[in-house]
């Protein structure tokens, strides 16, 4: 399995009140539970963070990812949605977040990732942004292993302010549901594949993943898994498999290549009510 991380610098819980100190704590006590395992980070240089953090800022937290050895892509400039924007308008956002990724890494990045997961809603903008990539170098990494992890590090983040119970609960209830997702993904690749796959998992640089690490990666021992690059995952076979999939949702290449093959796509289990309840009542405070 392959672990990535979407939005760096920072993403999934809050942006306000950000400072360089609180974001380098959080990006370093993260990756050291992470030393020796290979991740993939994607970077959006316009972002909220990066934004707060100023260019030398940011420049120093990219830093850190690429010193612990992370292989780091292409996420947009500013996390645009392709349902609601013009190939034109994303492909210039695309092109502009590489001068900030050649300063941190020495090169143009290999891989993109789109934002929200969404490739193109209709067949014709799917493959116009396809031929886009794949004439500027970029390979898209997938993602497998989907998961709402941003639902419960926004209300972690927040409940730290104020219930040390709740932030608790949630960081508990957070592994139970990371389980059950690898469990969904794990039969459905068998149902759709016919074996279980490299998988690839997306996640978020968040105080919740930085506090949980260690019982998220003791999940993932227990159910068998072997960290390894995102390159490596890629070798697998079912990476070239056919995917025709178009539209609005941003799913996992599993659900996709389920789509491609006619078959009825079943969705991975949802977060707690509970959670996604205290997700919205903690936005409307915060909004």
């Known amino acids: 399995m392959a672990i990535t991380f979407d939005d760096l610098p920072r993403g999934g819980d809050s942006a306000d009140g950000r400072n360089l100190a609180a974001v380098q704590e959080m990006t370093t006590r993260l990756l050291g539970h992470l030393r020796d395992i290979p991740v993939a980070g994607f970077v959006n240089p316009g972002s909220a963070t990066a934004q707060i953090l100023g260019e ?36 210039a956002d695309i092109l502009k977040a590489e001068p900030a990724l050649v300063q941190a890494i020495g090169q143009r990045p290999v891989y993109f990732r789109h934002p929200f997961l969404h490739a193109g809603k209709e067949p014709e903008t799917r493959q116009a942004l396809d031929r886009f990539l794949a004439e500027r170098g970029y390979r898209v990494a997938p993602v497998t292993l989907d998961n709402s992890d941003y639902l419960f590090a926004f209300v972690y983040a927040s409940a730290l302010e104020d219930d040390a119970v709740l932030a608790r609960r949630v960081r508990a209830a957070y592994i139970d549901y990371m389980d059950s997702i690898f469990a969904f993904f794990e039969q459905w690749s068998k149902e759709v594949v016919g074996r279980e796959i490299a998988q690839i998992l997306l996640l978020h640089a968040n105080r919740l993943n930085a506090d949980a690490m260690p019982e998220l990666l003791a999940m993932m021992k227990r159910r068998g898994y072997r960290a390894v690059s995102l390159d490596e995952a890629l070798t697998d076979p079912v990476y070239q498999s056919r995917d025709t999939y178009a539209g609005a949702g941003g799913i996992s290449w599993i659900h996709r290549w389920a789509h491609t093959k006619g078959m009825e796509v079943r969705w991975e289990p949802e977060e707690p009510k509970w959670v996604r309840d205290e997700f919205r009542r903690r936005r409307a405070l915060r909004d």
């Open 56 to 91: 030398p800022g940011f420049q120093s937290i990219l830093r850190l990812w690429v010193e612990s050895g992370a292989i780091l892509g292409n996420h947009t400039f500013s996390h645009p949605d392709y349902n609601s924007t013009l190939l034109d308008e994303y492909s």
